[in-house]
């Protein structure tokens, strides 16, 4: 009990010191912490919310929207957005609307094609990245946002809009709604900012493609949107079309830029694993490959912890000796990244298993507000690892496999690899001999 003897050796009333030593832990150890967590605290309360670390009890808050509601973060996202969207609201109306609209515009149908398409993309991303760079590239920069962008382009239907706008605005919109618990008055301010610009862009869009008629337009999520008619009374006008498109970007490209870098660098630190990924990714079952993605993200996860506001009196895990009354107006955080190694649910969790149960990896989610977009986000995310594995001597640089540099934000902004041109170059003439 190492944390939590320091921890309840500050005094109660010493806010400042316990949340700093909090968000130490969090920053140094947080695997520690959050076993440490589950098997003496499972439900920990802090100045900062009660961190929720058992996989049940995560599932049980997630559960519960009616009472664990998106309050946390709601308000902050309508503002960058402009405007109510599925992930800012909980039950009826909006929610529900859109949730069904967004499986409906998302299809799981398109999965196929979807992959196809990221293979592609990636491909080209990847002849660019690697013919400007001799000896090493920056995964995150010269491929990783790129090629989710260009898929974001060819898929959603940003059609136009260059591909840095695309990315920095989601940065800084998901930067200011997700990950801003101070509620930095500037970071704020420079999402909304970078919303207004990416809705103005969208809007335009829009407007365009209505003038060109939409029955004709392309074949992707906005043409879809834009041919779909809906009753008046559900209120599906440009603008909330407008708003959805660019709702499903906000919780997709930094997500998917981050996931690729991240994926790589849990399996990059496991060479056994990495060996037995890059044969999967030669394999003609992407599915067998896929689950090595999933496993490594259940180690990194991009969401480590998704925040609730709990409106009522709570009794999380009633009749066990862990119970706990959570009370109204608390902050509650579920903690996904801790639910992912329950001892108690998870058979070994601390081992890398390709394949574990699906209800064990919480990566997209769970409850209500799960990905909408998952079934693409399924072939999207591995897709872009497979084939980085599929180019020789395309890999970490040796020693600084977990390298990952976030320059001072939120989210992963550098991750340098070897180009493989020399591995290219050797497996051409051995190929042509």
């Known amino acids: 009990m190492e944390f939590l003897a320091a921890y309840d050796a500050v005094p109660e009333d010493d806010v400042p010191q316990r949340v700093a ?11 520690a912490l959050f076993a440490e967590l589950r098997a003496h605290r499972p439900a920990f309360g802090t100045p900062v919310g009660v961190f929720v670390t058992r996989h049940p009890d995560v599932l049980e808050v997630l559960s519960a929207p009616e009472t664990f509601t998106v309050g946390v973060f709601g308000p902050a996202l309508e503002d960058v957005l402009g405007a109510p969207f599925v992930l800012s609201r909980d039950g009826a109306d909006v929610h529900w609307q859109e949730r069904g609209f967004g499986q409906l515009m998302l299809a799981a149908e398109d999965a196929p094609r979807v992959r196809k398409l990221t293979a592609r993309i990636a491909d080209e991303v990847l002849d660019e990245a690697i013919a400007g760079s001799p000896d090493t590239f920056d995964l995150i920069q010269d491929y990783a946002r790129l090629a989710a962008a260009r898929v974001a382009d060819a898929y959603l239907g940003f059609t136009g809009i260059a591909e840095e706008t695309l990315h920095s605005c989601t940065r800084r919109m998901q930067w200011a709604f997700a990950v801003n618990p101070d509620r930095d008055p500037e970071i704020h301010a420079a999402g909304v900012a970078a919303g207004r610009e990416l809705r103005e862009h969208v809007a335009g869009l829009i407007a365009r493609r209505r003038t060109a008629n939409p029955e ?3 074949d992707d999520v906005l043409g879809r949107m834009l041919r779909t008619r809906l009753p008046g009374e559900y209120g599906f006008d440009d603008e909330r079309v407008g708003t959805n498109l660019v709702g499903y970007l906000t919780a997709y490209q930094q997500n998917a830029t981050q996931c690729t870098a991240a994926a790589l ?7 056994g694993v990495l ?3 890059e044969r999967a990714a030669g394999e003609g079952d992407p599915a067998r490959f896929d689950a090595y993605v999933w496993e490594a993200l259940r180690f990194h996860p991009f969401v480590p912890i998704t925040p609730r506001l709990c409106v009522r009196d709570h009794v999380l895990a009633a009749g066990t000796p862990r119970q706990t009354v ?3 107006r608390s902050v509650v955080l579920a903690c996904f990244a801790s639910a992912m190694f329950d001892e108690e649910v998870l058979d070994a969790p601390a081992e890398f298993r390709p394949g574990r149960p699906p209800a064990h990896n919480l990566v997209l989610g769970y409850g209500a507000h799960d990905c909408v977009g998952r079934y693409a986000a399924r072939v999207i995310v591995p897709e872009l690892v ?4 599929l180019r020789p001597g395309v890999r970490p640089l040796p020693g600084a496999e977990r390298g990952l540099d976030y320059a001072g934000t939120p989210f992963p902004q550098h991750y340098a690899v070897r180009s493989g041109r020399t591995a290219a170059a050797t497996a051409t003439a051995t190929a042509t001999a």
Do not use: F, N, S
């Open 275 to 277: 060996a037995e990924a």
């Open 216 to 218: 004709d337009g392309p």
């Open 265 to 271: 660098k849990e399996l990059a630190v496991r060479p």
């Open 386 to 389: 497979r084939r980085v594995l």
């Open 21 to 31: 030593l909090l968000r130490q832990a969090m920053v140094t150890g947080r695997a």
């Open 326 to 328: 959570i009370p109204a």
